[in-house]
C-alpha cells in the first residue's frame, strides 16, 4: 500500500516550485491533494497535470477569511484534513520594493513578508488544527528554511520570518500534544533549492552562471538541491514513518550547516 493511501491533503503555494512537487509527491503515494496558490492559474495548471486525485484552490495564505472558506470546503467535502504543508514562502525581492538589510530596511517591505510566511503559516495551523483534531493521525508541515538560524544581512525579514516559522512549529506540536490531538508538527528547513523563488537572487545570463557557481561553492555537496528531494522529506514527515516525531525540523542544506566554512586544518610541516 501507498504511503499516504486515501489520506486528505492541503499544500499551500503550490503552483510551482517545492510545493508543486510536494503536491506531486503526495498524489503518487495515493493522497488526494488541495493544490492552493494565490496564483489561480498555476494551481489550476498544477492540479490538471495531477489528475483526478488533485484540485486547484485560489488561497492567499494571508487573508484569514480565504482560510475560513478553504476550512468550509475541505469540512464538506471530506469531514476534516490528514496532511497540511505550509509551503507558500516570499524572499520578498520580487514581492516588495526594499531593501530588506538591518539598517535601511523598508517597512511595508517587512511587514509584507511577515504577513505571508508567518501569519500565513500560523493561520494554516490555526485551521488545520480544526479539520484534524477528530482524526486518527494528522501532520503540519512547515517550511522554514537554513535563513531561520542564520543571520541573512540582505534579507532580514526573510529570516526573521523563518524563524519565527520554526519555533511557531515546536509551539503547535508541544499544543496538540497537550490537548490530545491525534496532530504532529513538524519543519524542514530547506537551503539552496533551485526553484523560481531564486530569481530575484541570481540575476539572469551569465550573471546567473556566476551567481550559481558562487553559490554552489559553498555547499559541501557541491550543487544546488532540487524540489522533488524536498517533497520526498514531505513524504516522509506526513506519513506512519515518522509517527514518533513532533515539534522536529529536518535540515536539507547539502552540509551547509554542518559546518564546512573556516573549519580549522592542521598545518603541515
Not at 523560481?196 to 546567473?208: I, N, Q, S
Request: charged fraction near 20%; glycine fraction near 10%; charge should be negative.
Amino acid at each position: 500500500m501507498k504511503s499516504l493511501q486515501s489520506k486528505i491533503a492541503l499544500v499551500t503555494g503550490a503552483g510551482r516550485g517545492i510545493g508543486a512537487a510536494i503536491a506531486r509527491a503526495f498524489v503518487d503515494e495515493g493522497a488526494f491533494v488541495f493544490v492552493t496558490d494565490i496564483d489561480a492559474k498555476g494551481a489550476e495548471i498544477v492540479a490538471k497535470d495531477l489528475g483526478d486525485r488533485a484540485e486547484a484552490l485560489t488561497l492567499d495564505v494571508r487573508d484569514s477569511a480565504a482560510w475560513a472558506n478553504a476550512e468550509a470546503l475541505v469540512r464538506e467535502r471530506f469531514g476534516g484534513l490528514d496532511i497540511l504543508v505550509n509551503n507558500a514562502g516570499i524572499t520578498g525581492f520580487l514581492e516588495t520594493p526594499g531593501p530588506h538589510d538591518p539598517e535601511h530596511f523598508d517597512l511595508e517591505s517587512w511587514r509584507t513578508v511577515q504577513a505571508v510566511n508567518v501569519e500565513g503559516t500560523a493561520l494554516g495551523c490555526q485551521s488545520a488544527i480544526r479539520l484534524m483534531k477528530h482524526r486518527q493521525a494528522a501532520a503540519i508541515i512547515n517550511l522554514s528554511s537554513r535563513s531561520g538560524v542564520v543571520g541573512i544581512p540582505a534579507a532580514a525579514a526573510y529570516a526573521a520570518s523563518k524563524a519565527a516559522i520554526l519555533n511557531h512549529t515546536r509551539s503547535v506540536a508541544l499544543y496538540c500534544a497537550e490537548q490530545g490531538y491525534p496532530i504532529r508538527c513538524n519543519a524542514i528547513l530547506p537551503a539552496a533549492i533551485m526553484t523560481p523563488m531564486w530569481d530575484g537572487m541570481l540575476g539572469t545570463r551569465e550573471a546567473r552562471k556566476a551567481a550559481i557557481a558562487g553559490v554552489e561553492a559553498g555547499i559541501p555537496m557541491g550543487r544546488f538541491g532540487r524540489a522533488d528531494e524536498v517533497a520526498d522529506v514531505a513524504v516522509f514527515l506526513a506519513c506512519e514513518k515518522s509517527s514518533y516525531m513532533t515539534g522536529g525540523d529536518i535540515h536539507l542544506d547539502g552540509g551547509i550547516l554542518a559546518g564546512a566554512q573556516a573549519r580549522p586544518e592542521r598545518a603541515e610541516n
